[in-house]
């Protein structure tokens, strides 16, 4: 299957900054196409189709770079918490959806609803994802304690 997904298909070395705000040895963390700033997708740089077929490393590695992206969703989105979403099924590669969940948000897009963002309303410029991407990348390591070996 790894021949036909999408999120393997492309030369992350390559890609725009959208597609590779942050590459570790084993996840890279994207910018998503998304109406709401700070939305990330967090992937295994290998193709897996289930969260079973982690590897012990990568599942070490999981829970330190979502607690570093809701630290950034703090710092520069206003979020009071990250919402944390995997289902999978558009593309059957494991991704998860880190959504910086804003006070502000309208009654509509509270919770599962926060999908609204993704169908209802236009997505942020290709432009404007790749400046939060470097945004991210210039600041992702920038931290008392940094793991920069993942």
């Not at 030369?11 to 963390?29: H, K, N, S, Y």
């Not at 897996?48 to 989105?77: C, K, M």
């Amino acid at each position: 299957m790894a021949d036909a997904c999408l999120f393997c298909a492309a030369d992350v070395e390559e890609a725009p900054p959208r597609e590779r705000a942050v590459r570790t040895g084993r996840w890279r963390l994207v910018v998503h196409r998304s109406a709401l700033p700070g939305w990330f997708l967090l992937m295994p740089r290998r193709h897996i189709e289930s969260v079973h077929e982690l590897a012990p490393a990568e599942a070490a590695d999981l829970g330190p770079l979502i607690q570093r992206a809701s630290a950034l969703h703090v710092q520069y989105f206003g979020a009071v918490k990250t919402y944390v979403m995997q289902f999978a099924e558009g593309v059957s590669h494991v991704h998860f959806s880190l959504v910086p969940r804003r006070i502000d948000f309208p009654e509509d897009r509270v919770g599962p609803a926060s999908l609204g963002f993704n169908s209802k309303d236009e997505p942020l410029s290709d432009d404007q994802r790749d400046e939060i991407a470097l945004k991210v990348e210039r600041t992702w390591d920038l931290r008392p304690g940094s793991d920069q070996g993942l």
